[in-house]
């Protein structure tokens, strides 16, 4: 599992298509404004929801397995009790990496993604991670743990 700066950091550079399962349409949701944060710093986010047909002007999909590109991360917003068939999924489109969100935490699903092979992160915002660790955050006042005089560059 990746917990650490230099995992997180390179994990975030590594990767270009990000599926966003549970992805809402709704503006004040925390799926919407963290995939619209992820789209608008250049990574490609595919909403992945069968509620509806379009999130964000991107053209939604009902499951991982409808998506017709291959996918490096997937983003999980669901409860933890239902990633396990997210996780089965991931594997089986060939995604190299499962981030599951602030709050979902179930070790069984990590402990098979990364059997499977994924580089796994649990209980983290994707969002919050990349701002915190290329710079969004510490422009308000926000204490990033990361001391550093120099921002490290975005390789995209």
Same mark, same amino acid.
């Given at each position: 599992m990746i917990d650490d700066i230099a995992g997180?950091?390179?994990l975030l550079q590594e990767t270009r298509t990000i599926a966003v399962v549970g992805v809402s349409a709704n503006w004040h949701r925390p799926s919407h404004f963290a995939a619209k944060y992820m789209l608008e710093h250049g990574y490609t986010m595919i909403p992945v929801?069968?509620?509806?047909?379009?999130?964000?002007?991107?053209?939604c999909y009902p499951t991982l #397995?409808? @998506?017709?590109?291959?996918?490096?991360?997937?983003d999980v917003f669901r409860r933890p009790e239902d990633v396990m068939p997210v996780v089965e999924d991931a594997i089986?489109?060939?995604? #190299?990496? @499962?981030?599951?969100?602030?709050g979902v935490i179930n070790p069984e699903a990590a402990r098979r993604a990364e059997a499977a092979g994924l580089q796994v992160v649990m209980d983290r915002c994707v969002k919050i991670e990349y701002a915190r660790l290329f710079g969004g955050l510490n422009t308000v006042g926000v204490n990033t743990g990361v001391i550093s005089a120099k921002r490290p560059a975005v390789v995209r």
């Open positions: 997180l950091r390179r929801n069968p509620a509806y047909v379009e999130v964000l002007g991107q053209k #397995r409808d @998506i017709p590109v291959p996918v490096d991360m997937v089986a489109i060939g995604a #190299r990496s @499962i981030w599951f969100q602030l």
